[in-house]
Structures are given as structure tokens and as C-alpha cells.
């Protein structure tokens, strides 16, 4: 695009320089890191999955609109020399078990920057995992979701996930997944349809230039007690 060069990897593979720029402001490279997703939780309006991590960085000279996530200035800059440079791609995490939380999703790795996978969710009154982005918790009592960002890096990776309603005589959705820009939401509480809470929003950059939106949190599921009620949606 333009004088700039795009590698996109899907799966696991190498980054390799073989002629770095002579001058060190062109030796910096612009990057996206994107982790696996979490699982949606299992039954019983179970929270949604954690979208992956999503970290970015934007080269002052490269003429592209980034996301609101741009490390630039303060976050981690990469140059690169003549070398290899190892890139790992995770996977995102499976749903379930019944009574527990999700998978969450794996790691991608860039040179020093790592994004965590999301957190899966939980399961009926269960809180959901940390990640990169949280999972949303399962429907019922108040019960937290998980907090995203996790580990802590600057610009944060995600957000955290939704929690579920307190309303113990009532059942409610599970909460959805959160982001890399916003949190997921709360299930809703009324009696029809205990909905689950939509999943939080992703970023939107032009790195691989055209716009385009990584880590969306899935959304949660609806109560067993309601009509179409089940599972959480993945990250």
C-alpha cells in the first residue's frame, strides 16, 4: 500500500528482514497483534467470550488511520534489523463445560509484544476468566465479569467482561465479552426475554489498508427459562 510493505500471518510462521532501511525512523515498523478469542460459556444464559487482546502500534511515517489502541507515543516500539523474527498466531478457545468457564484463548506473539487471549465465559452464576479481554459471567446473582487488560499493558488490551443481574428469584441473560474498546454488557433482567448482554465493541484500524474492526466480544446467552435460550457466543 503505497511505499509500505504488508505481512499479515494467520498462522504460526517468521517475519524476516533481509534489507532493513538505512534509516532508523524507516527501521520502524508498524504492527497489529491480535490473540485468540475466549470460548462462550456453556447453558443456563452463560456469559460470551473475551475478544483477544489487541495491541498496535503505528510508525510516524507510515500514512495509515490507526485505532484508538495506537501505542504511539508511550507504547512499545519495534525496529527491526536484518534478522528473523518469530510470529505465533493463538487459537481461540472452546465452549463450556456446564458448570464451569470456557477456554480461554491463546497468545499471539510478535517479537516483544504479546497479547493474551481472551477470557472464556461462565457457565450458570459463574464469574468469567481474565484475558486479554474478560469473559462475561453467567446469568444470575450479581456475579462479576472478568477483567480484561490482563496482564496490564499501556494502551490496554481489552476491557473487562459483563456482569450478570442480581435477581436471584429471577433468572437473567449471561453478560457478554468484552472488547478491545468497550466493556460487554450486563444481562438484561426483565422477565421476557432475560436477555444476555451484547458483547463489546472492537477497534477499528486501516493497517492492512482498508478499515477494519479485531476484538469483538461475543455476546451472552439468553435464559434457559426464556425462548431460545443457550449458549454464550465466542469471542
Do not use: M, W
Not at 458448570?99 to 484463548?105: I, L, M, Q, R
Amino acid at each position: 500500500s503505497g511505499n509500505d510493505k504488508i505481512h499479515t500471518f494467520t498462522g504460526p510462521g517468521d517475519f524476516i528482514v533481509t534489507k532493513a532501511a538505512q534509516s532508523p525512523t524507516n527501521r520502524v515498523v508498524s504492527y497489529l497483534v491480535v490473540a485468540g478469542g475466549g470460548g462462550g460459556g456453556e447453558q443456563e444464559g452463560a456469559g460470551g467470550g473475551g475478544a483477544g487482546g489487541v495491541r498496535e502500534y503505528k510508525s510516524p511515517v507510515t500514512p495509515y488511520t490507526a485505532s484508538p489502541l495506537d501505542g504511539n507515543p508511550g507504547g512499545t516500539q519495534i525496529t527491526v534489523s536484518d534478522t528473523t523474527y518469530p510470529v505465533s498466531i493463538g487459537a481461540g478457545g472452546a465452549t463450556g463445560p456446564s458448570s464451569g468457564v470456557a477456554v480461554s484463548g491463546s497468545s499471539s506473539i510478535f517479537s516483544s509484544i504479546t497479547s493474551a487471549g481472551g477470557g472464556g465465559g461462565g457457565a450458570h452464576n459463574i464469574t468469567g476468566a481474565a484475558g486479554g479481554s474478560g469473559g462475561g459471567a453467567g446469568g444470575r446473582c450479581n456475579v462479576a465479569g472478568g477483567a480484561g487488560n490482563t496482564p496490564s499493558v499501556s494502551p490496554a488490551q481489552g476491557q473487562n467482561g459483563g456482569n450478570s443481574k442480581n435477581s436471584p428469584s429471577n433468572p437473567d441473560g449471561g453478560g457478554g465479552g468484552g472488547g478491545a474498546t468497550a466493556a460487554g454488557t450486563a444481562g438484561f433482567t426483565s422477565p421476557n426475554p432475560d436477555g444476555g448482554g451484547p458483547g463489546g465493541a472492537g477497534a477499528t484500524t486501516s493497517i492492512n489498508g482498508s478499515p477494519t474492526a479485531f476484538g469483538g466480544g461475543g455476546g451472552g446467552g439468553k435464559d434457559n427459562d426464556s425462548p431460545n435460550g443457550g449458549d454464550g457466543g465466542a469471542g
